[in-house]
């Protein structure tokens, strides 16, 4: 029997995982990202990893911040499958414990199947990670 537009559409496919995190005294889910949150990622990877000029002339990989709040703003959720987090709110998620973030970050990227090179890549483009500075491909802006 082939699926109609009302059968997906009705279809409860975001499913979370349950990471538990003993320095926040309980359980956060890791949610499935939707379309239109992967389209944003796929967005931020291709801005982050774009070449600039430098102030010498020479081409260089961007400066990125916020690829950690970016992700598990989108990610972190409660048990009935909702975000915990808004998108404004990545400053206040940073000023976490940065070991508890890189534990969710890992498992979040992991959950959602993004791709291993987007994350290197843009580690290795990174100011500082976790950082809470904002810059100009910073999700706070």
Known sequence: MGLTREAILAAKDRKSKPVEVPEWGGTVHILAMSGHELE???EFVFKATEEVEGSDGE???STVSGVRAFVLL???GDENGQR???DD???VLL???APVLDKLFDEAFAWN???AEDKKELEENSDSAPTTSTGSNSVES
Do not use: H, V
Request: hydrophobic share 35%; aromatic share 10%.
């Open 84 to 86: 915990i987090f808004g």
């Open 74 to 76: 989108r990610t972190i």
């Open 40 to 42: 944003e990622w796929q």
């Open 59 to 61: 081409r260089r990989a």
């Open 89 to 91: 709110d990545g400053e």
């Open 95 to 97: 000023t976490r414990s």
């Open 113 to 115: 199947r993004l791709a």
